[in-house]
């Protein structure tokens, strides 16, 4: 996808530098934006050309995967782009950039109106950083549709924000259907996950809406199979993230405990970058997830033994009933600032 519709807001980037006299400066981007990387380095460098900008090439997950911690004593600055900041302490100074994009937003949202049944008054709200600059648009377009929108700031988000890992601005309200303005099934599912109401995918890249109850379906059989296949284990491995915003040390030590109580085996395994390859070597039967929630929901397939969230381990372990499934999320920083 071409991202060239996005506000990388090079003049912020260049006030920022100047303020702190930065000498030597890192860009970090998502995945999707690394494309953008040497033409943003490029434009920064036309303008202050004593300047070093350094791009950091390794994958990127979001705010919880700052940059700051593997800086060397050169860095001045990092530039993170296309996340909200998370409260987190960080090694040194970060500029977020929250590359919001140009995308009509119009025509999805009056897509998913159109599928509305006759019950529906009331909307809850939700989007993605790189949208919520139009949320005031969003609002009015439902509006003069003559349904009420509904909006919560959450903790750790703003007003009708998402995060993967952060639900708290959709989850406590009282709507009849919740339309998400944004793109891939990422975040619908989460919300669909935690509301359980009926949710529509407006999607400002393809001008279209859509429902998420088939994938979310599907996603529950898959995490179903897991927990199951995870009731024969006889051992765990309890995967705590080195990243500081993805960390929940008190967490995995209290699981280690969970499982051992339960007569199970349970080791803790430090990591930064998760993937399935790296657990190969460990004598461990399934594995839960403290580090992003997302990667047992999402990454599921690339794992052959189970890999489950804490909630989900509840489940294995008879403290908590399927009919009570839930999210994983992270609300409460352990490095906070
Ligand atoms: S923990 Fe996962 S879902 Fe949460 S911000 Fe980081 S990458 Fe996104």
Redesign the pocket.
């Known amino acids: 996808m071409s991202t060239l519709d996005y506000d990388y807001k090079i003049d912020v980037i260049v006030d920022k530098i100047r303020d702190l006299n930065a000498k030597n400066i890192i860009l970090q981007f998502p995945e999707g934006l690394k494309s953008d990387a040497v033409s943003i380095a490029n434009d920064i460098e036309g303008i202050l050309d004593d300047v070093n900008v350094i791009i950091d090439a390794d994958p990127c997950?979001?705010?919880?995967?700052l940059a700051d911690v593997k800086v060397n004593r050169h860095i001045d600055l990092v530039v993170h782009f296309a996340?909200t900041p998370?409260p987190i302490k960080t090694d040194c100074p970060v500029l977020f950039v929250e590359a919001h994009s140009s995308a009509d937003i119009e025509a999805p949202i009056l897509d998913a109106i159109s599928s509305f049944d006759d019950n529906v008054k009331t909307v809850g709200l939700i989007t993605t950083t790189q949208h919520i600059h139009k949320l005031d648009e969003m609002i009015k377009i439902i509006e003069e549709e003559g349904y009420t929108v509904k909006l919560d700031n959450g903790m750790g988000t703003s007003k009708g924000q998402v995060?993967?890992?952060?639900f708290t601005s959709i989850k406590y309200l009282d709507v009849d259907v919740i339309v998400y303005v944004g793109s891939g099934d990422f975040h619908a599912l989460g919300v669909k996950l935690f509301t359980q109401k009926p949710v529509l995918l407006a999607d400002p890249f393809i001008g279209k809406s859509r429902q998420i109850e088939e994938f979310h379906d599907k996603i529950l059989r898959i995490r179903f199979a897991r927990i199951c296949k995870a009731k024969e284990a006889k051992s765990f491995g309890i995967i705590m993230?080195s990243?500081k915003?993805?960390l929940r040390f008190d967490l995995a030590i209290k699981l280690k405990q969970l499982i051992k109580e339960h007569g199970y085996e349970a080791q803790i395994l430090n990591m930064d970058y998760i993937s399935p390859e790296l657990l190969l070597p460990y004598k461990l039967d399934a594995f839960v997830m403290t580090?992003?929630?997302?990667?047992a929901i999402d990454d599921s397939a690339m794992y052959k033994k189970p890999l489950l969230t804490p909630q989900e381990l509840e489940i294995v372990l008879g403290l908590r009933q399927w009919d009570d499934y839930q999210m994983d999320e992270?609300i409460v920083h352990d490095e906070q600032t």
């Open positions: 997950f979001g705010a919880c995967d996340h998370l995060l993967g890992c952060n993230s990243k915003g993805q580090a992003c929630p997302r990667i992270i």
